[in-house]
């Protein structure tokens, strides 16, 4: 089945105890951040892209605060679809890896430590 | 005691006993209440067999059999009624007199259902997609002595990627350099 194009929503998130409150833009995803990562209140760190990525076009996108994604959407159905990301921070790829996205399942990635806050990347589709 | 023969009591029945031996069996018969009995018994059973004749029905011919066979079957399938159920006779009425409605009314019934199979089948996979959590086939890390492990939260319907072993840095700054010039 020829692949659609798919809104992909990618962010880079910030853990930290130093936080008072949690951003508007992240609170539907604050339970799951908390049962996930143990902090109280998460802000959003970087650019925050929400897109249409159409099939088989690697496409990269600048996180910010040095981080890089490169994203390929390979395939999609009424299910979900197959994404092939790659994590980078400067020249360091971070991870690589094929997912299978569905909706209302956001993909979380837990990157590295920076002081007592850690750096998480999450993926979501959105249909 | 050897038992007396009354076998000519039979040729006396059958009047077949001539002349000496006719008087002679009269003149035993008159004598002899024994034999006399048996002649009478004789004589009882020839005249039932004369009352009651053997019946002997002349065979008929095979087409002739065969037509009577088949006008038999006929005449009962004509008297016997095929039921009717009430509904059966409401549904030839309605054809018969109406049928531009049934034709119009098994149409619509039909667009219905595929409506409503087409809505059923698009919900269930607009639940089926909404129940399937994300599933990482591959994952991988390049910078030595790091690793990459997959999980699924059930209870958030979240997937997470656990990347373990990277470098800690104190602030944002030093981790921009360290991984500027990190190769993996």
Known sequence: MPASAEQLEVRLIRASHELKTTDDDLKPLLPTLKKLFGYEHYTRLGNHHQQKFPPAQRRRLDLGEGFTIFITVTNSDPRGADVEFEWYSGKAALVKSNVRLTPNSPLLVRGPEVGKDWIILALQLHR | MKQPDFSWTAGLADQQLKGWRRWWAERHL????????????????????HENPPHQPVPEPT??????????????????PVPHTA?????????????????????????????????WHRA????????????VHRVATTIPHTVASPFHVPETGATCIWISGLPWTPDMTEMQTLFAHLDS
Do not use: K
Not at chain 2, 124 to 133: D, I, L, M, S
């Open chain 2, 63 to 80: 087409d002739v059999f065969w037509a009577r066979v088949r006008a038999d079957i006929e005449q009962r399938h004509q008297t016997t």
């Open chain 2, 124 to 135: 269930r996979v607009t639940r089926t997609a909404a129940t399937e959590p994300t599933a």
């Open chain 2, 30 to 49: 008159a004598r002899n209440p024994v034999a006399a009995v048996e002649y009478r018994e004789q004589v009882r059973a020839r005249e039932l067999l």
């Open chain 2, 87 to 119: 509904l059966a006779s409401w549904w030839t009425r309605l054809w018969t007199e109406q049928p531009l409605v049934v034709v119009s009314a098994v149409l619509a019934l039909l667009i219905a259902a595929a409506f409503v199979t087409v809505a």
